[in-house]
Nanobody, 126 residues
Framework: QVQLVESGGGPVQAGGSLRLSCAAS????????MGWFRQAPGKEREFVGN????????YYADSVKGRFTISRDNAKNTVYLQMNSLKAEDTATYYC???????????????????WGQGTQVTVSS
């Protein structure tokens, strides 16, 4: 089992920045990829970005590319989502997720992840 706890959300004005954290505990060595997703009210869960085990590879959705950055500190079992130049449309609940299964996956779909945090709310006011 892997437990994930997100933190760092809150209200922010458009153009501002926030850094979300995702602290992992439990069998963290099973983690292959860590991902960030978000879900706005009435919308489907949306892929934001991911990072591989070593932190050497990241991938971002077009909607956040150039504004958001994912990093990880394996010594602290923590993954970060740095969000800059925030827009009102970034308002959502943000979730981190952990994938533990290998096998021809891009880790950009929610069903490729096995463990989820409880989410943290980000509200961007324009």
């Amino acid at each position: 089992q892997v437990q994930l706890v997100e933190s760092g959300g809150g209200p922010v004005q458009a153009g501002g920045s926030l850094r979300l954290s995702c602290a992992a505990s439990g069998r963290t060595l099973r983690s292959i990829y860590m991902g960030w997703f978000r879900q706005a009210p009435g919308k489907e869960r949306e892929f934001v970005g991911n990072i591989n085990r070593s932190g050497s590879n990241t991938y971002y959705a077009d909607s956040v590319k150039g504004r958001f950055t994912i990093s990880r500190d394996n010594a602290k079992n923590t993954v970060y989502l740095q969000m800059n130049s925030l827009k009102a449309e970034d308002t959502a609940t943000y979730y981190c997720a952990c994938a533990t299964v290998y096998g021809g996956r891009l880790y950009r779909r929610w069903d490729e992840y096995d463990y989820w945090g409880q989410g943290t709310q980000v509200t961007v006011s324009s």
